[in-house]
């Protein structure tokens, strides 16, 4: 991935007496590095634990890399479209979205560096209409950027170290209840969540 840091962060002798946001040390001391984005200085070391940690500069909280970098663990994500259809889209076949997570070893962003983190299996729907495919460009592109899931406590069961959903809303039912179609406001809801984790607009993917 494009490095998040200018290549020359050329500083005076008065930003250079300057202090690091992050461990409060003067900017003469180690390595100092720029975000491209925003231009906030770093020591090099202090940013790099940073980022592990949360992709936004320390400072501003814009993205520090113009790609978003979310800290889901490793999966599949694989589409099949299939002849029933969505509750309110009756015209269309569904978008069946399968996505897979292995258990595996936790991370060191992750609660728990180390231990192990659960599986999950999970099916979710969308339309086989233009908006549903517009939709899917962006659910792709949040699941390759490890945007999807995340490592925490599971609502529905209180476990920890379970793989559970991020803040991008997906129906899982094609029909009825609080998780399926229809409902109105779907798109804009599941658009707005991930304008807000930075995933571009569909036609610019």
Known sequence: HPSPFCTRPLMTGTQLSELCPICMDTYFRGKVVKLKLCRHHFHKVCIDEALKHSPLCPVCRIPASREPRGQMPSGSMTIEKVSLSCGGWEKYGSIKIRYSIPSGIQK??????????????????????????????????????????????????????????????????????????????????????????????????
């Not at 809303?169 to 179609?181: E, F, N």
């Open 108 to 205: 060191m962003y992750h609660p728990n560096p180390k231990a192990k983190h659960g599986s999950a299996n999970r099916i979710a729907y969308l339309p086989d209409s233009m908006e549903g495919n517009q939709l899917l460009k962006r659910l792709k592109y949040a699941f390759e950027h490890g945007l999807t899931f995340t490592v925490g406590t599971s609502v529905t069961t209180g476990i920890s170290d379970s793989v559970t959903w991020s803040s991008i809303h997906h129906k899982t039912c094609l029909r009825g209840g609080i998780h399926g179609y229809p409902d109105a406001n779907y798109f804009m809801n599941c658009n707005s969540a991930l304008d807000n984790l930075h995933v571009p607009p569909a036609d610019r993917l």
